[in-house]
């Protein structure tokens, strides 16, 4: 079902096998959300003859067959990865397919326990008419009175402004074709300015002190957050009015799963703080990409402050860094760090550990990833905060292309210690398919905000297996020592 606010797109439609499945046209790209079963054979038809065509992540291995305007290929819903792909066709705004498992948890809409936001006594309007926030926090209220529940929001579109608080072993369960979008009036928002003289709006959704509370479904948080934002650069609040989409602190066991978020404009997912066991699986992130037109600070998941932790089998579009482990509060050790599976496409960094280290952070792996675009494909970076950042892995890790932008030219791996040291960083089984503007770069600050123990294997730059430490690719620069490339130190 499409939301009647979308539009759908004129430059492709998509089949599978012969299910017909709607395409939006989002901003500057376009995406199609459907799940499946089995090995189903999708078909693409494009606005023009196809010339050329592009499926990634390549090391999902599809390939197409081209017919004029049609390509047609299969996916499998047993490989590891999911099948969230990004199509590049001929010279047309790409195209993104998320097709997700078949639905194994879904609960019922109606019964004990269960909170159905548009039956009585809510009777929440679905047509994105009327503001709805205080109806689903009624219910959230409701159920969390009852010790817990679920909160079911039906297909429908639902429009809100304030913030929403998920509360303690509540379920905000979004059925598939069920959207929860920001009303895009600007004047109704009330504003925070940062230290940074940056003006943001609250979050949509909170999740302080509430354990075991869960996101779930397959259904959208839009922020309308582009529709919101000041645009005009001649204003005094250019990029001002930015708005993120959840926020967690000081709460355990927290799971979003499922779900696809759009249009953030600053940290999309950012938590959870002082909480463990936070996990984020199968969430689609679809946000602005476009870093000429707008650079703004909308990351995908960012794990801010918290241990014990596991981002999975994501999908992130966005200008800003896609996936972040950033220890952003004193006083609270981060460790257990898992990204695993990701699918991910930025116009800033691809994988990153950093920039804050306010405590230390160490033990946190990035794990079989796949970077369809990034200025910076792999970053560890402490510039803001004082404590060490140690044992940061990245194992099977592949960037396929890389992006100029006004923060400055590609690099594949950047290892900077700007106010805080960093300490044992391996980077194993990594790929670069394209040949980036700058090498490697590894360096400190000081003899105390220094950089110590890096260790490559298997680095595969360009086809090229490096082997040498002292291989012209790789800039080992001030206060940074014991470089090793494949056993080979310097």
Not at 216 to 236: H, N, P, T
């Amino acid at each position: 079902m499409k939301p009647t606010y979308t539009t759908t797109s004129s430059d492709f439609q998509l089949q599978v096998d012969q299910n017909a499945v709607i395409v939006e046209h989002f901003l500057d790209y376009h995406y199609a959300h459907f799940s499946y079963s089995g090995t189903p054979t999708l078909t693409v038809t494009a606005s023009q003859p196809i010339t050329s065509y592009d499926i990634s992540p390549h090391s999902m291995g599809i390939t197409g067959v081209v017919s004029g305007n049609q390509l047609t290929f299969t996916i499998d819903s047993s490989s590891v990865k999911p099948s969230y792909l990004v199509i590049q066709i001929n010279g047309l705004e790409k195209l993104v397919v998320l097709a997700d498992p078949l639905e194994s948890n879904a609960p019922p809409s109606s019964g004990t326990g269960i909170y159905n936001i548009i039956n009585a006594p809510y009777q929440a309007d679905n047509t994105w008419t009327s503001d709805v926030t205080h109806l689903i926090q009624m219910a959230i209220d409701d159920a969390s009175a009852a010790g817990g529940g679920i909160v079911y929001v039906p297909v429908g579109v639902y429009k809100v402004k304030d913030i929403l608080y998920i509360k303690s072993n509540v379920t905000l369960y979004l059925q598939g074709g069920a959207v929860i979008k920001s009303n895009p009036d600007r004047s109704l928002y009330d504003y925070t300015t940062s230290r940074e003289g940056k003006i943001f709006i609250d979050p949509m959704i909170r999740i302080d002190h509430a354990p075991n509370a869960k996101i779930i479904g397959r259904g959208v948080l839009d922020a309308s957050g582009i529709a919101i934002m000041d645009k005009d650069r001649a204003s005094s609040t250019f990029l001002g009015y930015r708005r993120n989409v959840i926020v967690g602190n000081f709460s355990d066991h927290v799971t979003i799963e499922g779900i696809i978020i759009k249009d953030s404009t600053t940290w999309t997912i950012n938590g959870i703080q002082g909480g463990e066991g936070f996990t984020v699986r199968y969430v689609k992130i679809m946000n602005h990409k476009n870093a000429d037109q707008y650079k703004i600070m909308n990351d995908g998941i960012d794990l801010c402050g918290t241990r014990n932790a596991i981002a999975e089998k994501n999908f992130v579009m966005t200008v800003d860094d896609a996936l972040c482990a950033k220890s952003t509060i004193t006083d609270y050790a981060m460790y257990n760090i898992r990204f695993k599976n990701n699918i991910v496409f930025s116009s800033c960094a691809g994988l990153k550990a950093g920039l804050q280290s306010h405590s230390p952070m160490y033990d946190v792996w990035f794990e079989d990833n796949d970077v369809v675009q990034a200025r910076r494909g792999i970053v560890v970076e402490a510039t803001s905060g004082k404590q060490l950042m140690s044992d940061i892995h990245f194992v099977n890790t592949r960037v396929e292309n890389y992006v100029f932008t006004s923060m400055g030219k590609s690099i594949p791996v950047e290892i900077e210690a700007g106010t805080a040291p960093v300490k044992n960083v391996y980077i194993d089984s990594a790929y670069f398919e394209k040949e980036a503007f700058n090498p490697i770069h590894m360096y400190g600050s000081s003899d105390t905000n220094d950089v110590t123990n890096v260790t490559f294997n298997d680095l595969n730059l360009c086809g090229d297996v490096i082997t040498n430490s002292l291989d012209a690719r790789i800039i080992k620069g001030s206060y940074a020592s014991e470089l090793t490339v494949k056993g080979h130190m310097r």
